[in-house]
Nanobody, 124 residues
């Protein structure tokens, strides 16, 4: 079975940074697209960023472009989401997910497997 574990969330002040990690097992990691999604209370799940299997092309939602950076370490089966210049509106539970399809992007229904989320709270 595919397992994904997100970690690294916490409480940070506006303008601060956090780095989330997603460790995956049970899949051909290097060939899989890994996506980051978030969901705030009362809001729909939102695609934040993803990194493609194979060539590692990255994609970002407009709301985080220029502030978030996604990367992967295929030797550690881990994807990272570096979040800088955090804003209160970034507050949400963040989830990582995996897709066998390299063409998966930021739509949640393109992903087959999901991990438990990690809470990110941006507040002064």
């Amino acid at each position: 079975d595919v397992q994904l574990q997100a970690s690294g969330g916490g409480l940070v002040q506006p303008g601060g940074s956090l780095r989330l990690s997603c460790v995956a097992s049970g899949l051909t990691f290097g060939d899989s697209t890994i996506g980051w999604f978030r969901q705030a209370p009362g809001k729909e799940r939102e695609g934040v960023s993803c990194i493609s299997g194979g060539d590692g092309t990255t994609y970002y939602a407009d709301s985080v472009k220029g502030r978030f950076t996604v990367s992967r370490d295929n030797t550690e089966n881990t994807v990272y989401l570096q979040m800088d210049s955090l804003k209160p509106e970034d507050t949400a539970v963040y989830y990582c997910a995996s897709a066998r399809w390299r063409g998966a992007r930021l739509k949640w229904d393109e992903y087959e497997s999901w991990g438990l989320g990690t809470q990110v709270t941006v507040s002064s």
